[in-house]
T-cell receptor
């Protein structure tokens, strides 16, 4: 059974710092991996999706990498801003359309 | 175009009552997913529809939970004889195409008193 973990559980940084969020999964037979952002009391907003054949995806200040063989993905946020404060979730999809989410990393960017 | 919408945004009910939660997916999206999210945790998969049929309902916790998507668009999650442990945010997502990127609705917060 696929299990997804995320570290750290929470992170607090000063504005302007570059930071890395980690996602690990136990079964490397994945179809894709998706990173989401969730603001308090809100639904999930898709940030980046990496197909199993890809190594990384970039969108603005965000860069996500995927290493299937080691069961890891990282989300890199450059020049963090207070507006980046949210919970970041990764989700792994297998070939059977099952999506498994990690517990999330709660990020606070202090002005 | 419009994103995924869910109604109601909040639902408070008493233990033992029946509730229905509605999801309107993005127009044209063939796949629809229901998740349940408890405080401080990631979403937990409940059921997945491809078109009108439930392709995978392995995440439904017990037979009190049921979902339908009769015309391949709007879906309703039905919970019978609600229990306090059913209190959570119920999220709906839809996707389409090979990438299957999921787009989520704002969720319905269910509180069972």
């Amino acid at each position: 059974k696929q299990e997804v973990t995320q570290i750290p559980a929470a992170l607090s940084v000063p504005e302007g710092e570059n930071l890395v969020l980690n996602c690990s999964f136990t079964d490397s037979a994945i179809y894709n991996l998706q990173w989401f952002r969730q603001d308090p009391g809100k639904g999930l907003t898709s940030l980046l999706l990496i197909q199993s054949s890809q190594r990384e995806q970039t969108s603005g200040r965000l860069n996500a990498s995927l290493d299937k063989s080691s069961g890891r993905s990282t989300l890199y946020i450059a020049a963090s801003q207070p507006g980046d404060s949210a919970t970041y979730l990764c989700a792994v999809r297998d070939y059977g359309q099952n999506f498994v989410f990690g517990p999330g990393t709660r990020l606070s960017v202090l002005p | 175009g419009a994103g995924v919408s869910q109604t109601p945004s909040n639902k408070v009910t008493e233990k033992g009552k029946y509730v229905e939660l509605r999801c309107d997916p993005i127009s044209g999206h063939t796949a629809l997913y229901w998740y349940r999210q408890s405080l401080g945790q990631g979403p937990e998969f409940l059921i997945y529809f491809q078109g009108t049929g439930a392709a995978d309902d392995s995440g439904l916790p017990n037979d009190r939970f049921f979902a339908v998507r009769p015309e391949g668009s709007v879906s309703t999650l039905k919970i019978q004889r609600t229990e306090r442990g059913d209190s959570a945010v119920y999220l709906c997502a839809s996707s389409s195409g090979l990438k299957n990127e999921q787009f989520f609705g704002p969720g319905t917060r269910l509180t069972v008193l």
